[in-house]
Nanobody
Framework: QVQLVESGGGLVQPGGSLTLSCVVT????????IGWYRQAPGEQREMVAS???????NYADPVTGRFTISRDNEKKTVWLQMNNLKPEDTAVYYC????????????????WGQGTQVTVSS
């Protein structure tokens, strides 16, 4: 079984910073694309940032210039550094990973974490 274990959420004032982390655990052969999505109350889940195994990154327009995604392939870990946070960044943040396993057959599937709450408020 694969698990995505997120941490780092919390309450922060506008203009503050938080760093989220996500570790992929279990019998994993390789993690391909990995990234972060978020869902605010009453809204659809949206992509925030993603990183390919080779390090290419992609960001949603609202977070470009404020958020930075990074990953460590050996540790199967991804981080999201969030700076200059705004109230509109308040949401549950979910880690998402494209994972290859040999169980023993080849298996490729998208996995999701349980989510971590980020609240930006004064």
């Amino acid at each position: 079984q694969v698990q995505l274990v997120e941490s780092g959420g919390g309450l922060v004032q506008p203009g503050g910073s938080l760093t989220l982390s996500c570790v992929v655990t279990g019998s994993v052969n390789s993690v391909l694309d990995i990234g972060w999505y978020r869902q605010a109350p009453g809204e659809q889940r949206e992509m925030v940032a993603s990183a390919t195994r080779g390090g290419r990154t992609n960001y949603a327009d609202p977070v470009t210039g404020r958020f930075t995604i990074s990953r460590d392939n050996e540790k199967k870990t991804v981080w999201l550094q969030m700076n200059n946070l705004k109230p509109e960044d308040t949401a549950v943040y979910y880690c998402n990973a494209d994972v290859i396993r040999f169980t023993p057959q080849y298996d490729r599937k998208i996995w999701w974490g349980q989510g971590t709450q980020v609240t930006v408020s004064s």
